[in-house]
C-alpha cells in the first residue's frame, strides 16, 4: 500500500539551529516525492520535489530509496521557517494524485 | 491572477442538512481536484478531473457525497446529508494536465464546514 509517514508532529528549535523533518514512504515502484508547505494563514504550496534537486529557501531533500526515505533539511532554522510541511507521493503513472504525511509542524523559536 | 478560488471559506450546519462548495481553479488548468483534510492530518483525495471527466472518484463516498464539474471549469462538491464526522476543510487544487506528474498542485484556501 502506499504511505506516507512522518513520524514528528511537532518539532521546535531555535533560530540558526540545523532543522531535519523526518519522511519515510511505502510505495512498490518508483514514486515521485515532495515537500509541500503552509504558512499561518497562507494556502498550501509546493516547497519542492525530488526530481529536480533544487534548494528552495535553503531547504534540501534527497530520496534515499534504500531507506525509502526523503527528509527535509536546512543548516540554518531562520524564524520565517515556521510552518507545516507535508510529504507527499505520486507513483508514476497515477496522473499527479498525491499522498500526503499528516504533517510536522515546525516551529523556530528567537 | 487570483489563484484558485474556493467558497463558501466557512460554513456551519446542523446534521443532515445539505451542503455545497464552489471551486474556481487557475485559468487554463485542465486538473481539478477535491481533499479532504481532517485536523491534525494530511490531504486525502476525494476525486480528481481532467477537463470534465472524473477519472479518479474512488475516494468519495458516493452515497452522500456527489460532485460535478459542467463546463470543464469551475467545480461543485456536494455532501446531503451531511453527518457529524464531516466537519474538515475541503480543500480544491488545480493543475495544468501537462505537470501532474510533476506534482505541482495549486491549491485554494479551502471550506471549512462544521456539522453540528
Known amino acids: 500500500a502506499q504511505r506516507v509517514t512522518q513520524p514528528e508532529k511537532l518539532l521546535s528549535v531555535f533560530k540558526g539551529a540545523p532543522v531535519e523533518l523526518k519522511c519515510n514512504y511505502s510505495?512498490?515502484?518508483?514514486?515521485?516525492l515532495f515537500w509541500y508547505v503552509q504558512y499561518s494563514r497562507q494556502r498550501l504550496q509546493l516547497l519542492l520535489r525530488h526530481i529536480s534537486r533544487e534548494s528552495i529557501k535553503g531547504f534540501t531533500a534527497d530520496l534515499n530509496k534504500g531507506e525509502t526515505s526523503f527528509h527535509l533539511k536546512k543548516p540554518f532554522a531562520q524564524e520565517e521557517d515556521s510552518a507545516m510541511y507535508y510529504c507527499a507521493l505520486s507513483g508514476r503513472g497515477s496522473q499527479g494524485n498525491l499522498i500526503f504525511g499528516k504533517g510536522t509542524k515546525l516551529s523556530v523559536k528567537p | 491572477e487570483a489563484g484558485v478560488v474556493q467558497s463558501p471559506r466557512y460554513k456551519i450546519i446542523e446534521k443532515k442538512q445539505p451542503v455545497a462548495f464552489w471551486c474556481n481553479p487557475i485559468?487554463?488548468?485542465?486538473?481539478l481536484y477535491w481533499y479532504l483534510q481532517n485536523l491534525g492530518q494530511g490531504p486525502e483525495l476525494l476525486i480528481r478531473?481532467?477537463?470534465?471527466?472524473?477519472?479518479?472518484d474512488s475516494q468519495l463516498p458516493k452515497d452522500r457525497f456527489s460532485a460535478e464539474r459542467l463546463k470543464g471549469v469551475d467545480s461543485t462538491l456536494k455532501i446531503q446529508p451531511a453527518e457529524l464526522g464531516d466537519s474538515a476543510v475541503y480543500l480544491c487544487?488545480?493543475?495544468?494536465?501537462?505537470?501532474?506528474?510533476?506534482?505541482?498542485?495549486?491549491f485554494g484556501e479551502g471550506s471549512r464546514l462544521t456539522v453540528l
Open positions: 485559468s487554463g488548468h485542465n486538473t
Open positions: 510505495y512498490s515502484g518508483s514514486p515521485e
Open positions: 487544487a488545480s493543475s495544468l494536465f501537462s505537470d501532474t506528474n510533476t506534482g505541482e498542485l495549486f
Open positions: 478531473y481532467e477537463n470534465e471527466e472524473a477519472v479518479d
